[in-house]
Protein backbone atom coordinates (compact mmCIF):
# COMPACT_ATOMS: atom_id res chain seq x y z
CA UNK A 1 0.00 0.00 0.00
CA UNK A 2 0.74 3.26 -0.46
CA UNK A 3 2.44 5.69 2.51
CA UNK A 4 0.04 8.61 2.98
CA UNK A 5 1.08 11.69 4.71
CA UNK A 6 -1.75 13.10 7.07
CA UNK A 7 -1.18 16.95 7.91
CA UNK A 8 -3.71 18.85 10.10
CA UNK A 9 -3.50 22.18 10.45
CA UNK A 10 -2.19 22.50 14.08
CA UNK A 11 0.02 19.41 12.94
CA UNK A 12 3.50 19.71 13.96
CA UNK A 13 5.06 17.32 12.14
CA UNK A 14 4.22 14.63 9.41
CA UNK A 15 2.74 11.48 10.15
CA UNK A 16 2.88 8.42 7.77
CA UNK A 17 0.34 5.93 7.65
CA UNK A 18 0.15 2.69 5.99
CA UNK A 19 -3.91 3.45 5.34
CA UNK A 20 -4.66 3.68 1.86
CA UNK A 21 -5.39 6.61 0.41
CA UNK A 22 -8.18 9.05 0.02
CA UNK A 23 -10.41 11.30 -1.76
CA UNK A 24 -9.65 14.84 -1.27
CA UNK A 25 -12.55 16.86 0.78
CA UNK A 26 -13.72 20.62 0.28
CA UNK A 27 -10.60 22.77 1.80
CA UNK A 28 -9.04 25.97 2.04
CA UNK A 29 -6.06 27.71 0.48
CA UNK A 30 -5.35 27.95 4.49
CA UNK A 31 -4.78 23.87 4.46
CA UNK A 32 -2.56 24.20 0.86
CA UNK A 33 -0.27 26.47 2.68
CA UNK A 34 0.15 24.51 6.01
CA UNK A 35 0.74 21.60 3.53
CA UNK A 36 3.79 23.15 1.89
CA UNK A 37 5.29 25.04 4.42
CA UNK A 38 5.62 21.53 6.19
CA UNK A 39 6.81 19.31 2.75
CA UNK A 40 9.53 21.98 3.00
CA UNK A 41 12.52 20.49 3.24
CA UNK A 42 11.88 16.89 3.57
CA UNK A 43 9.42 16.27 0.50
CA UNK A 44 8.47 17.91 -2.88
CA UNK A 45 5.26 16.67 -4.58
CA UNK A 46 5.70 15.26 -7.88
CA UNK A 47 3.51 17.69 -10.83
CA UNK A 48 2.96 17.35 -14.78
CA UNK A 49 1.10 20.45 -16.53
CA UNK A 50 -1.22 20.06 -19.40
CA UNK A 51 -1.48 22.50 -21.91
CA UNK A 52 -3.41 22.57 -25.41
CA UNK A 53 -5.20 21.05 -26.83
CA UNK A 54 -7.49 21.64 -23.73
CA UNK A 55 -10.09 19.45 -25.07
CA UNK A 56 -8.10 16.73 -23.39
CA UNK A 57 -6.84 18.57 -20.52
CA UNK A 58 -5.22 14.98 -18.65
CA UNK A 59 -3.22 14.06 -21.75
CA UNK A 60 0.00 14.40 -19.76
CA UNK A 61 -0.58 13.34 -16.61
CA UNK A 62 -2.16 10.28 -18.35
CA UNK A 63 1.46 10.48 -19.71
CA UNK A 64 3.31 10.05 -17.12
CA UNK A 65 1.29 7.20 -15.12
CA UNK A 66 1.69 4.97 -18.08
CA UNK A 67 5.77 5.64 -17.86
CA UNK A 68 5.78 5.84 -13.95
CA UNK A 69 2.84 3.86 -12.49
CA UNK A 70 2.15 7.31 -10.54
CA UNK A 71 -0.05 9.62 -11.13
CA UNK A 72 1.67 13.38 -10.35
CA UNK A 73 0.41 14.81 -7.08
CA UNK A 74 0.05 18.09 -8.54
CA UNK A 75 -1.86 18.39 -11.77
CA UNK A 76 -1.50 21.41 -14.09
CA UNK A 77 -3.89 23.19 -16.51
CA UNK A 78 -4.22 25.99 -18.53
CA UNK A 79 -6.64 29.00 -19.23
CA UNK A 80 -5.49 29.37 -22.54
CA UNK A 81 -5.56 32.23 -25.38
CA UNK A 82 -6.93 30.90 -28.45
CA UNK A 83 -10.65 31.02 -29.37
CA UNK A 84 -10.90 27.22 -29.37
CA UNK A 85 -8.81 26.46 -26.38
CA UNK A 86 -10.70 28.90 -24.27
CA UNK A 87 -14.04 27.69 -25.26
CA UNK A 88 -12.82 24.24 -23.09
CA UNK A 89 -11.88 26.03 -20.11
CA UNK A 90 -14.83 24.24 -18.92
CA UNK A 91 -13.45 20.54 -19.55
CA UNK A 92 -10.37 22.11 -17.62
CA UNK A 93 -12.26 22.70 -14.86
CA UNK A 94 -14.37 19.42 -15.06
CA UNK A 95 -10.76 17.62 -14.52
CA UNK A 96 -9.90 19.99 -12.03
CA UNK A 97 -12.27 18.53 -10.46
CA UNK A 98 -11.23 14.99 -10.81
CA UNK A 99 -7.86 15.27 -10.20
CA UNK A 100 -8.64 16.94 -6.80
CA UNK A 101 -11.40 14.40 -5.87
CA UNK A 102 -8.58 11.65 -6.32
CA UNK A 103 -5.91 13.87 -4.35
CA UNK A 104 -3.82 15.71 -6.41
CA UNK A 105 -3.32 19.21 -5.74
CA UNK A 106 -4.54 22.26 -8.84
CA UNK A 107 -2.18 24.47 -10.19
CA UNK A 108 -4.04 26.83 -13.40
CA UNK A 109 -1.25 28.96 -15.59
CA UNK A 110 -2.49 31.54 -18.19
CA UNK A 111 -0.89 32.20 -20.89
CA UNK A 112 -3.39 35.46 -21.44
CA UNK A 113 -3.73 37.67 -24.47
CA UNK A 114 -3.35 41.75 -24.41
CA UNK A 115 -6.21 43.21 -22.26
CA UNK A 116 -7.65 44.75 -25.64
CA UNK A 117 -7.21 41.35 -27.42
CA UNK A 118 -10.05 38.92 -26.89
CA UNK A 119 -8.17 35.57 -28.34
CA UNK A 120 -5.11 35.09 -30.35
CA UNK A 121 -2.47 33.30 -31.31
CA UNK A 122 0.59 32.42 -29.06
CA UNK A 123 3.11 33.65 -31.14
CA UNK A 124 2.23 37.89 -31.65
CA UNK A 125 -0.77 37.48 -29.03
CA UNK A 126 0.99 36.13 -26.05
CA UNK A 127 4.33 36.00 -26.66
CA UNK A 128 5.87 39.04 -28.67
CA UNK A 129 2.58 42.15 -28.14
CA UNK A 130 5.05 44.62 -25.80
CA UNK A 131 2.85 47.20 -24.50
CA UNK A 132 4.25 50.68 -25.12
CA UNK A 133 4.87 52.33 -21.94
CA UNK A 134 2.09 54.86 -22.50
CA UNK A 135 0.00 51.75 -22.85
CA UNK A 136 1.69 50.21 -19.38
CA UNK A 137 1.07 53.16 -17.20
CA UNK A 138 -2.58 53.19 -18.93
CA UNK A 139 -3.16 49.58 -17.87
CA UNK A 140 -2.20 50.27 -14.23
CA UNK A 141 -4.09 53.17 -13.59
CA UNK A 142 -7.36 52.34 -12.65
CA UNK A 143 -10.80 53.68 -14.38
CA UNK A 144 -8.69 54.03 -17.74
CA UNK A 145 -9.62 51.56 -20.93
CA UNK A 146 -6.94 49.33 -20.86
CA UNK A 147 -7.28 49.32 -16.91
CA UNK A 148 -10.89 48.44 -17.23
CA UNK A 149 -10.25 46.04 -20.51
CA UNK A 150 -7.60 44.06 -18.26
CA UNK A 151 -10.34 43.16 -15.34
CA UNK A 152 -12.59 42.40 -18.03
CA UNK A 153 -10.49 39.64 -19.71
CA UNK A 154 -10.16 38.56 -15.30
CA UNK A 155 -13.74 38.74 -15.68
CA UNK A 156 -13.69 36.12 -18.40
CA UNK A 157 -11.94 33.26 -15.44
CA UNK A 158 -14.28 33.77 -12.46
CA UNK A 159 -17.24 31.59 -13.69
CA UNK A 160 -14.51 28.99 -13.83
CA UNK A 161 -12.42 29.59 -11.12
CA UNK A 162 -15.83 30.06 -9.00
CA UNK A 163 -16.74 27.17 -9.81
CA UNK A 164 -14.02 25.46 -8.15
CA UNK A 165 -14.54 27.77 -4.82
CA UNK A 166 -17.77 25.94 -4.57
CA UNK A 167 -16.46 22.33 -4.96
CA UNK A 168 -14.23 23.70 -1.92
CA UNK A 169 -11.10 23.35 -4.09
CA UNK A 170 -7.86 25.58 -3.29
CA UNK A 171 -6.35 26.53 -6.82
CA UNK A 172 -2.80 27.11 -6.91
CA UNK A 173 -2.94 29.82 -9.36
CA UNK A 174 -0.09 31.52 -11.22
CA UNK A 175 -0.83 34.30 -13.31
CA UNK A 176 1.97 36.99 -15.43
CA UNK A 177 4.74 33.96 -14.96
CA UNK A 178 8.38 34.71 -15.75
CA UNK A 179 7.56 38.33 -15.11
CA UNK A 180 11.47 39.17 -14.96
CA UNK A 181 11.70 38.38 -18.28
CA UNK A 182 10.20 40.34 -21.37
CA UNK A 183 8.99 37.85 -24.07
CA UNK A 184 5.44 38.35 -22.47
CA UNK A 185 3.62 41.70 -22.71
CA UNK A 186 3.21 41.47 -18.79
CA UNK A 187 6.91 40.61 -18.19
CA UNK A 188 10.30 42.77 -18.06
CA UNK A 189 8.95 45.74 -16.00
CA UNK A 190 11.19 46.04 -12.74
CA UNK A 191 10.09 48.29 -9.96
CA UNK A 192 7.03 49.02 -8.11
CA UNK A 193 4.63 50.09 -11.22
CA UNK A 194 5.81 47.92 -13.24
CA UNK A 195 4.69 43.74 -13.77
CA UNK A 196 5.18 43.18 -9.53
CA UNK A 197 2.28 45.98 -9.99
CA UNK A 198 -0.02 44.16 -12.67
CA UNK A 199 0.00 41.22 -10.37
CA UNK A 200 -0.93 43.13 -7.25
CA UNK A 201 -3.69 44.61 -9.28
CA UNK A 202 -4.95 40.96 -10.40
CA UNK A 203 -4.99 40.13 -6.95
CA UNK A 204 -7.08 42.66 -5.45
CA UNK A 205 -9.69 42.63 -8.15
CA UNK A 206 -10.15 38.98 -8.01
CA UNK A 207 -10.35 39.02 -4.00
CA UNK A 208 -12.84 41.87 -4.79
CA UNK A 209 -15.31 39.25 -6.71
CA UNK A 210 -14.87 36.82 -3.57
CA UNK A 211 -12.37 34.36 -4.67
CA UNK A 212 -11.16 33.57 -1.75
CA UNK A 213 -9.95 29.88 -2.88
CA UNK A 214 -6.85 31.10 -4.42
CA UNK A 215 -3.18 30.00 -3.33
CA UNK A 216 -1.09 32.90 -5.24
CA UNK A 217 1.67 32.03 -6.80
CA UNK A 218 4.40 34.13 -7.92
CA UNK A 219 6.89 33.47 -10.72
CA UNK A 220 10.12 34.47 -12.03
CA UNK A 221 12.42 32.79 -14.73
CA UNK A 222 16.39 31.64 -14.48
CA UNK A 223 16.96 34.37 -16.77
CA UNK A 224 20.31 37.00 -17.14
CA UNK A 225 17.49 39.87 -17.80
CA UNK A 226 16.81 42.36 -15.31
CA UNK A 227 20.51 41.55 -13.40
CA UNK A 228 19.50 37.65 -13.40
CA UNK A 229 18.77 36.73 -9.85
CA UNK A 230 20.19 39.52 -7.98
CA UNK A 231 17.11 41.38 -9.72
CA UNK A 232 14.38 39.40 -8.41
CA UNK A 233 13.23 41.52 -5.62
CA UNK A 234 12.19 44.12 -8.13
CA UNK A 235 9.50 41.99 -9.13
CA UNK A 236 7.97 40.73 -5.75
CA UNK A 237 4.28 41.87 -5.10
CA UNK A 238 4.80 41.63 -1.56
CA UNK A 239 4.40 39.42 1.08
CA UNK A 240 0.92 40.26 0.94
CA UNK A 241 0.22 39.32 -2.64
CA UNK A 242 1.90 35.96 -2.39
CA UNK A 243 1.97 32.89 -0.99
CA UNK A 244 4.62 30.62 -3.07
CA UNK A 245 7.64 32.11 -4.51
CA UNK A 246 8.51 29.85 -7.54
CA UNK A 247 11.40 29.39 -10.40
CA UNK A 248 11.23 28.14 -13.77
CA UNK A 249 14.96 27.07 -14.73
CA UNK A 250 14.71 26.35 -17.97
CA UNK A 251 17.94 28.67 -18.85
CA UNK A 252 20.11 26.61 -16.47
CA UNK A 253 18.00 23.57 -16.70
CA UNK A 254 18.58 23.22 -12.56
CA UNK A 255 18.29 25.94 -10.40
CA UNK A 256 22.01 27.01 -9.82
CA UNK A 257 22.94 27.72 -6.47
CA UNK A 258 22.52 31.73 -6.62
CA UNK A 259 19.14 31.44 -8.13
CA UNK A 260 17.90 28.93 -5.44
CA UNK A 261 19.51 31.63 -2.67
CA UNK A 262 18.14 34.11 -4.53
CA UNK A 263 14.09 32.66 -4.37
CA UNK A 264 14.31 31.72 -0.87
CA UNK A 265 15.81 34.87 0.38
CA UNK A 266 12.50 36.97 -1.69
CA UNK A 267 10.28 34.16 -0.33
CA UNK A 268 10.53 35.53 2.99
CA UNK A 269 10.00 32.17 4.72
CA UNK A 270 7.25 31.24 2.65
CA UNK A 271 6.79 27.81 0.43
CA UNK A 272 8.89 27.66 -2.79
CA UNK A 273 8.84 25.69 -5.73
CA UNK A 274 9.36 24.70 -9.42
CA UNK A 275 6.60 25.93 -11.43
CA UNK A 276 7.78 24.73 -14.73
CA UNK A 277 11.20 22.46 -15.77
CA UNK A 278 11.79 20.69 -18.68
CA UNK A 279 13.79 18.38 -17.46
CA UNK A 280 12.71 15.82 -14.29
CA UNK A 281 14.95 16.60 -11.14
CA UNK A 282 16.89 14.08 -10.07
CA UNK A 283 16.44 12.87 -6.39
CA UNK A 284 20.20 13.89 -5.98
CA UNK A 285 19.18 17.50 -6.75
CA UNK A 286 16.11 17.53 -5.03
CA UNK A 287 17.89 16.46 -2.13
CA UNK A 288 20.89 19.26 -2.32
CA UNK A 289 17.83 22.16 -2.66
CA UNK A 290 15.40 20.33 -0.07
CA UNK A 291 13.36 23.89 -0.18
CA UNK A 292 11.49 23.05 -3.64
CA UNK A 293 7.88 22.16 -2.50
CA UNK A 294 6.62 20.82 -5.73
CA UNK A 295 7.93 20.56 -9.17
CA UNK A 296 6.09 20.62 -12.78
CA UNK A 297 7.21 19.21 -15.58
CA UNK A 298 5.96 20.79 -18.92
CA UNK A 299 3.56 18.65 -20.80
CA UNK A 300 5.15 17.95 -23.75
CA UNK A 301 8.70 18.07 -22.40
CA UNK A 302 7.88 15.00 -20.35
CA UNK A 303 8.62 12.31 -22.93
CA UNK A 304 10.69 14.59 -25.31
CA UNK A 305 12.97 15.73 -22.65
CA UNK A 306 13.17 12.83 -20.61
CA UNK A 307 13.56 9.04 -20.17
CA UNK A 308 11.35 6.45 -18.59
CA UNK A 309 14.28 5.58 -16.40
CA UNK A 310 14.67 9.19 -15.19
CA UNK A 311 11.21 10.29 -14.80
CA UNK A 312 10.46 6.79 -12.70
CA UNK A 313 13.60 7.65 -10.87
CA UNK A 314 12.20 10.67 -9.91
CA UNK A 315 8.41 9.26 -9.26
CA UNK A 316 9.43 6.54 -7.12
CA UNK A 317 11.57 8.40 -4.82
CA UNK A 318 11.11 8.43 -1.08
CA UNK A 319 11.28 12.34 -1.29
CA UNK A 320 8.88 12.37 -4.17
CA UNK A 321 5.12 12.30 -3.23
CA UNK A 322 2.49 11.51 -6.10
CA UNK A 323 -1.10 11.04 -5.81
CA UNK A 324 -2.64 8.79 -2.61
CA UNK A 325 0.61 10.05 -1.09
CA UNK A 326 -0.84 12.76 1.19
CA UNK A 327 -3.92 14.45 2.20
CA UNK A 328 -5.03 17.86 2.12
CA UNK A 329 -6.49 18.37 5.22
CA UNK A 330 -10.41 19.08 4.76
CA UNK A 331 -12.41 22.47 5.46
Keep these: MNRKILLGLTAAALLLSAAPANATGPSTPDSVRTLLRQF ?28 TGRW ?129 ITHDYLLSKGLTNIVWVWNVKDTDANNGSAGVAAFYPGDNYVDVASLDPWVHGWPTSAWYQAILAVAHG ?14 SQLAAQPRWTWFMIWSDYLTSANSPAGLRATFNSPRVLSQGQFTVPSS
Design 72 to 200: AGLWGGELGFRADDIGNRQSVVNQAKIEWSHGSLVNLTWHMCRPDVASCEFDGGVNGSRLSDAEWQQLITDGTTLNKDYKAKLDTAVPYLQQLKNAGIPVLFRPLHEMNEGWAWWGGRPGPNGSARLFQ
Design 270 to 283: KPVSLAEVGTVPSP
Design 40 to 67: SGNHVISGVHNKEPLSNPGQYTGQAHSI
